[in-house]
């Protein structure tokens, strides 16, 4: 059975940096492109981040490119989104996901994803 | 970015019911769209994906159709346990890119 299990989450201040992770099992982690996803108290769905199987190619929301880095330990079958220059409006419950078939984006139609974790609370408040 | 409008963003139904729900891309996106259902408190669920195809385990109530712009999730007969949120998401381009959510709730 697939399992993602985010940590890391918290309150901050603004500016503030944090570091989420995502412990994966139940499946060959290294084989999986995978990817962050955000959403905000009563809001919808948002898309982050993602990486690819291997690590190489990454991508990122207009939102937060350039403060947020996202990278993944095979070797520990764990992903991480490192959130830096935080501000109010991330503030969000933050959940990782895994592809539903494949380690890169490269192939049409692959970013869709049928495994998520049940995410964690970032609250960036003063 | 590709702009995923979905309609309608409330819908109030009753078990049994047949429900549609409409999900329009900017652009073409050829058959590259998910489905997804959301409950209060849990993570998102995998319906449909490649617009058509039914996801391992999902009930053979919910289809989809489409291709293009223009996508529908039709569940056949509402069951109990499908008042949630539901969300359509393409993966034709990054930034992936969600609707804004279709509630379905108990009339």
């Known amino acids: 059975e697939v399992q993602l299990l985010e940590s890391g989450g918290g309150l901050v201040q603004p500016g503030g940096s944090l570091r989420l992770s995502c412990a994966a099992s139940g499946f060959t982690f290294s084989s999986y492109a995978m990817s962050w996803f955000r959403q905000a108290p009563g809001k919808g769905l948002e898309w982050v981040s993602a990486i690819s199987g291997g690590g190489g190619n990454t991508y990122y929301a207009d939102s937060v490119e350039g403060r947020f880095s996202i990278s993944r330990d095979n070797s520990e079958n764990t992903l991480y989104l490192q959130l830096s220059s935080l501000r109010a409006e991330d503030t969000a419950v933050y959940s990782c996901a895994k592809v539903r078939t494949g380690a890169t984006f490269l192939v049409w139609g692959s970013a869709i994803f049928d495994s998520w974790g049940r995410g964690t609370l970032v609250t960036v408040s003063s | 970015d590709i702009q995923m409008t979905q309609s309608p963003s409330s819908v109030s139904a009753s078990v049994g019911d047949r429900v549609t729900v409409t999900c329009r891309a900017s652009q073409d996106i050829s058959i590259w769209l998910a489905w997804y259902q959301q409950k209060p408190g849990k993570a998102p669920n995998l319906l449909i994906y490649?617009?058509?195809s039914l996801q391992s385990g999902v009930p053979s109530r919910f289809s989809g159709r489409g291709s293009g712009t223009d996508f529908t999730l039709t569940i056949s007969s509402l069951q109990p346990e499908d008042f949630a949120t539901y969300y359509c998401?393409?993966?034709?381009?990054?930034?992936?890119?969600f609707g804004g959510g279709t509630k379905v709730e108990i009339k």
């Open positions: 490649s617009a058509s």
């Open positions: 998401q393409q993966a034709h381009t990054f930034p992936l890119t």
